[in-house]
């Protein structure tokens, strides 16, 4: 079945420094991988998304990289600040299915 | 807009009794979509509906668990009984289309059976 592995857990950086987390998926017909941040006791909401036909995107400190012969995908925070301190998580949409599975979350703390 | 709508945000309730979670999801989308998270298990994905009609339901984790969506701006989620383990927090997400939209999630159910 579809399965998205994500790393790391967790993930503490200081203050300016960058942030990478990566993830990796099976269903080779997944075609959208959507990144969401949640901070404590809210909702998970989208920052980022990118789609199987290109294979990087870029908004402001954040940007997404796709490979996906290798079945791979990362999430690079540049100039990290406190208020990214969250939960991320990654998704893979499947194609075939409609079904989005998510990776089980990198909590990132950013200290000052 | 506003947005994807959860009720109640808050339940506790005791072992064997009957849980029904509501969602009101944002108009004009399509599709509903059900996800139950925990710390053990992160975000998974219960049952998902395209038209009211559900599409995939083999995240349902047993008999326990039904949903329902009866027209295009409410669905349930019911658990009958209830069990410890099933407490969580429950989102209800809606897209306009089913294969490449972006999901917009509630504020999510926190579900306490004791």
């Known amino acids: 079945g579809e399965n998205v592995e994500q790393h790391p857990s967790t993930l503490s950086v200081q203050e300016g420094d960058s942030a990478v987390i990566k993830c990796t998926y099976s269903d080779s017909a997944s075609n959208y991988f959507p990144w969401y941040k949640q901070e404590l006791g809210k909702r998970p909401q989208l920052i980022i998304d990118i789609r199987s036909n290109v294979g990087e995107k870029k908004d402001q400190r954040i940007a997404v990289t796709l490979n996906k012969t290798a079945k791979h995908f990362s999430l690079h925070i540049t100039e990290t600040q406190p208020e990214d301190s969250a939960v991320y998580f990654c998704?893979?949409?499947?194609?075939?299915?409609?079904?989005?599975?998510f990776g089980q979350g990198t909590t990132l703390q950013v200290k000052p | 807009d506003a947005g994807v709508i959860q009720s109640p945000r808050h339940e506790v309730t005791e072992m064997g009794q009957e849980v029904t979670l509501r969602c009101k999801p944002i108009?004009?989308?399509?599709?509903l979509f059900w996800y139950r998270q925990t710390m053990m298990r992160g975000l998974e994905l219960l049952i998902y509906?395209?038209?009211?009609?559900?599409?995939?339901d083999s995240g349902m984790p047993e008999d326990r668990f039904s949903a329902k969506m009866p027209n295009a701006s409410f669905s349930t989620l019911k658990i009958q009984p209830s069990e410890p383990r099933d407490s969580a927090v429950y989102f209800c997400a809606s897209s306009r289309q089913p294969f490449t939209g972006e999901l917009f999630f509630g504020e999510g159910s926190r579900l306490t059976v004791l």
């Open positions: 509906f395209n038209n009211n009609v559900p599409i995939d």
């Open positions: 998704a893979a949409l499947s194609g075939n299915t409609g079904k989005l599975i």
């Open positions: 108009s004009g989308h399509n599709s």
